[in-house]
């Protein structure tokens, strides 16, 4: 009975702890429930799309020497060709003068004066007449790092142009390009093919010229045209010997030589700017055959002057840091001056002798 009474209450524990074990153990598990409104605090609110901005527009090419759409994706890759012109009264007309991109008119001995005219944007078969380098030559055609081709000269003015970094082409040493006309008498009838002077670049060269001066998009935002007052007659008197006068007709300046109308290949040579720069000349102490004093218009430094540019006119200030910089042009104010798109001439009055008036 004693061991029975014992299995008894084994078996009654046995069963209670059964009991109260079983209501945990069939206790269902907890449901989490999320709002629907906190589940979004938690995942945030879509992220907003950001449209892809569109690619910018390719700017078209621009010549760098005019400023001018070049019509094509690239500048070709070609040097600038600079001519030495001679604009004696024997000289004249003149052959693809109109078609250069800058012209430089400077004072040479007897008080007479010549070009240096830079083509890139346009290659013509024939200019000149083709005369010999001057001092001042290598500032002005360094900076292009170019090619200038000439007649000939002195032998330390060329040496200077072949030391300044430019590619020089010469009459004199048998370049290929020159051709003498039997239509002029010497030394007034060498003429020259600036694609032909181009075609002999060396491999230093196979790249355009950088931009010599800053240009406007347009003609309407250029310096003159936004600054400028009434500016439409530049009488510019370079020397006794030499008078030149741009008159603003038919959106340009045209050209005159001491009154007479300046004509290039029959046409009527003219610019959309023509800037007159105060410099300092100097005489070296060579001499040109009939024994006058060689000057050299003294371009690194700096000096004042005016632009022209249509029909009105702003004063500058110009300023050349070396003989391979290219000039700087500023407002009075400072501010950066802008030209309008198109050819330049650049007038080097000497300082003292020469002397302008715009009207």
């Known amino acids: 009975m004693r061991r029975t009474g014992r299995v008894v209450a084994a078996v009654v524990a046995a069963t209670l702890a059964l009991a109260g074990c079983a209501p945990q153990e069939a206790r269902p598990a907890a449901q989490v429930t999320v709002a629907p409104d906190t589940a979004r605090a938690k995942i945030g609110p879509p992220a907003p799309v950001v449209p892809t901005p569109p690619e910018p527009r390719p700017q078209p090419a621009r010549w760098p020497l005019t400023g001018v759409k070049t019509g094509t994706k690239k500048v070709p890759a070609r040097p600038a060709v600079s001519v030495k012109i001679e604009n004696s009264a024997a000289s004249r007309p003149h052959?693809?003068?109109h078609r250069a991109d800058i012209v430089w008119e400077q004072v040479v001995e007897g008080g007479i004066s010549r070009f240096v005219a830079t083509y890139h944007s346009d290659l013509p078969r024939e200019v000149g007449p083709v005369r010999s380098v001057r001092p001042m030559d290598p500032a002005t055609v360094a900076p292009l790092r170019g090619i200038l081709a000439a007649s000939g000269g002195q032998g330390p003015f060329l040496r200077a142009v072949e030391r300044s970094g430019t590619q020089l082409l010469t009459n004199d040493d048998g370049d290929r390009g020159f051709w003498r006309s039997s239509a002029r008498y010497a030394p007034h009838n060498v003429y020259g093919d600036v694609r032909t002077f181009a075609r002999q670049a060396d491999k230093r060269r196979a790249e355009p010229p950088k931009a010599q001066f800053a240009y406007a998009t347009t003609a309407r935002k250029a310096t003159a045209r936004q600054h400028g007052s009434r500016g439409r007659v530049a009488d510019v008197r370079l020397s006794p010997a030499q008078r030149?006068?741009?008159?603003?007709?038919?959106g340009a300046y045209r050209r005159s030589d001491d009154g007479r109308a300046s004509m290039s290949s029959g046409q009527r040579v003219s610019a959309r700017n023509v800037l007159v720069l105060s410099v300092r000349e100097t005489n070296t102490r060579y001499r040109d055959p009939s024994g006058?004093?060689?000057p050299k218009a003294e371009l690194v430094g700096r000096g004042k002057g005016v632009l022209l540019g249509g029909g009105k006119v702003v004063k500058v200030r110009w300023s050349?840091?070396?003989?391979?910089?290219?000039?700087?042009?500023?407002r009075p104010n400072g501010k950066q001056v802008l030209l309008a798109p198109g050819t330049t001439w650049v007038e080097l009055v000497p300082r003292g002798d020469g002397s302008w008036r715009v009207t």
């Open 292 to 294: 006058a004093p060689v």
């Open 244 to 250: 030149t006068t741009w008159t603003w007709r038919g």
């Open 320 to 330: 050349k840091q070396g003989a391979r910089k290219p000039l700087r042009l500023e």
């Open 95 to 97: 052959t693809g003068l």
